[in-house]
């Protein structure tokens, strides 16, 4: 059974609708899915005047994805304040973890557009293009009705084309508090969840870790192979 973490952000209780639309229709095709909700209207995540306090709600999601390999975050973009949005957590996301799947969501999928771009039906083609370069920065995998939020997760979930770098923090993951010792200097005396991190945030450090540990596989298949010969 294939093991899957989702993350869902939103402003109402998703537990049912996850559940029923996500969990229970995966699992008789033998994944096995846990779901992680944030609900934006928790008082733990409230400044005193009840508006979402983004240093809580950061918090909250460092939490929820620390020590975990998460395959898809997916967040709703109406969060019942004026002030923040979907696409203000997804900027959060994004510092914390640069590479893991986000899924955005709405009811009214025409203010997301406009939340980015402004009022693109009467912008000039350069203004359009800013807004079009800020949206591709946050690496929406898709942007859906909130009706189809669960299909398309599970959509996503069931996707065989997991990149090696994926399957790599899944297992890098599992061992989180283990000590790396050899391989790649920088990340000697370092855990291994620490390493993800590096890996995940696709910094200049993570990527070197990646092809150094490629290079060395290779060459520790060349040496077997040579050995047989």
């Known amino acids: 059974m294939s093991d899957k973490l989702c993350i869902i952000i939103d402003d109402k209780d998703q537990q049912r609708v996850f559940d029923s639309d996500v969990v229970v229709p995966l699992k008789r095709e033998g994944y096995y899915v846990d779901g992680i909700l944030i609900n934006t209207t928790d008082p733990e995540i409230l400044d005193d005047e009840n508006n979402i306090d983004m240093d809580k709600l950061k918090a909250k999601i460092e939490d929820a994805m620390n020590g975990k390999s998460v395959d898809i975050i997916a967040t709703d973009f109406d969060l019942s304040d004026e002030k923040i949005n979907g696409i203000q957590v997804i900027e959060v996301i994004r510092k914390i973890r640069a590479g893991v799947p986000v899924l955005l969501y709405s009811g009214k999928l025409e203010e997301v557009i406009q939340s980015v771009l402004g009022e693109y039906k009467t912008k000039n083609a350069e203004e359009l293009i800013k807004g079009i370069r800020k949206l591709m920065k946050y690496n929406i995998v898709d942007y859906v009705e909130r009706t189809d939020y669960p299909a398309t997760i599970r ?34 005396g370092k855990k291994l969840k620490d390493i993800a991190n590096e890996i995940e945030k696709q910094t200049i450090l993570g990527r070197e870790f990646q092809e150094e540990l490629l290079e060395q596989a290779i060459a520790y298949l060349i040496e077997i192979n040579s050995e047989d010969e």
């Open 155 to 188: 959509k996503l979930l069931k996707d065989k084309k997991k990149q090696i770098s994926a399957l790599l923090l899944q297992k890098i993951r599992e061992h989180s508090d283990m000590e790396f010792k050899s391989c790649y200097k920088p990340f000697a």
